[in-house]
């Protein structure tokens, strides 16, 4: 993607104060000293069958990227494609209703949108939030000697594959709508008052793909250890079975990934294809300041985050993102 934005005109605009050139989670402008606004827009086809818990995960992943750069929301938009000719349009209601029980528990209303007609359903929100700009937490200021803590359990492109393929069991699908499904609201709101140095949110690049973008923004190496990456148990009995249920976005994922990162030889097919699975509504993934880490984990974990696990650190500058990854 990033090869694309460079073939278009540059966003030469001095309020943007947070554009394109570092891959961001979101767009902001500055309106004054004061005050700034956050935009982010993010759609895609169903992960789940159930339409309401899908438009309640769109929902929940769209508001994602406003949380991991510390702002709040404001209000949303619903962006949707869906084939009246070809299905009910009780499944539309069921879609968007998901979609506004989420962000009302995001505490945010969904107050218009536009819809075309697609063959195949799509979903997700215009998500607008203001923030001092002063506060704005980017994936740009990574400083060597962060610890690198993740915040939800990897899996969910490999669980949400199994289930368009009739391999996954209603304990898998729980897990995994559940995981996708929890705002990282409160994960953000401790990640804001304990102060860290950078974040985002891992989704469709996985982990290694988002962390890339982190170390290169931030001019920084990182060093993470493959068995301390919490993953969802489901997905590992399921890629220990078959390998092959590893999507296609994934392998792709790694392919671009192993450009950058140097992996253990120990560490398995598996193992590697894990840490590039596309997530979808991932967990923030925060470089914190080694001395402010054990504040930052005990109050993820009294804020009940789905999981506060340290992985690995972010290492002296290195202009080409390099990722060391350990077992």
Sequence with gaps: MQTVLEQLPPVTDPHVLVGTNTGDDCAVYRIDDNLAIIQTVDYFTPVVDDPYDFGAIAAANSLSDIYAMGAEPSFALNVAGFHTRELSLDILV????????????????????????????????????????????????????????????????????????????????????????????????????????????????GLLGHLGEMTRASGVGARIHSRAVPVIQAARDLIDTDIDIVPGGSRNNLRYVERFVNFDPGLTAAERLVLADAQTSGGLLISCPAEKADELEASLADAGALVHARIGVMEAEDDTGRIDVEP
Excluded: F
């Design 94 to 205: 069921q879609i968007l209703k998901g979609g506004a029980d989420k962000a009302a528990e995001a505490g945010i209303q969904i107050i218009g949108g536009h819809t075309i007609d697609d063959k195949e359903p799509k979903y997700g929100l215009a998500v607008t939030g203001i923030i001092d700009p002063a506060k704005v937490i980017t994936n740009s200021g990574a400083r060597a000697g962060d610890v690198l803590i993740l915040t939800k359990p990897l899996g969910s492109g490999i669980i949400t594959t199994a289930i368009k393929r009739g391999l996954a069991g209603e304990a898998a699908i729980a897990r995994a709508t559940e995981v996708m499904g929890t705002l990282n609201k409160a994960t953000a709101e401790v990640m804001v008052a304990v102060g860290v140095n950078a974040c985002t949110d891992v989704t469709g690049y």
